[in-house]
């Protein structure tokens, strides 16, 4: 059974940093993607980084230069560096994995961990 587990959310204030991180466990098959998504109260869930198998990362317009993403392959885990925290990035941060099953892909995704920035 895969689980998906996220830990490092919390209460900063603004111009502050976290680290958030995301471990997968019980992974049968190869991971492809990893990344995280946040949803703020009453919009819509929206992606925030992502970072391939092969260590090719993308973000979003809003946390560019200001967030990193990283991952460690041999414990399945993803890293959220967060820099320069801004009350706007105040959010439910989720992250997911993309298991690669022969030729299929797979999604499962953590419970979310509560970034709140403070003004």
């Known amino acids: 059974q895969v689980q998906v587990v996220e830990s490092g959310g919390g209460l900063v204030q603004a111009g502050g940093s976290l680290r958030l991180s995301c471990a997968a466990s019980?992974?049968?098959?190869?991971?492809?993607?990893m990344g995280w998504y946040r949803q703020a109260p009453g919009k819509q869930r929206d992606p925030v980084a992502g970072?391939?198998?092969?260590?090719?990362?993308n973000y979003a317009d809003s946390v560019k230069g200001r967030f990193t993403i990283s991952r460690d392959n041999a414990k399945n885990t993803v890293y959220l560096q967060m820099n320069s925290l801004k009350p706007e990035d105040t959010a439910v941060y989720s992250c997911?994995?993309?298991?690669?099953?022969?030729?299929?892909?797979?999604?499962?995704w953590g419970q979310g961990t509560q970034v709140t920035v403070s003004s």
């Open positions: 019980g992974i049968m098959y190869s991971i492809a993607d």
């Open positions: 997911y994995v993309t298991v690669r099953r022969g030729g299929f892909l797979d999604d499962y």
């Open positions: 970072i391939r198998s092969g260590g090719i990362t």
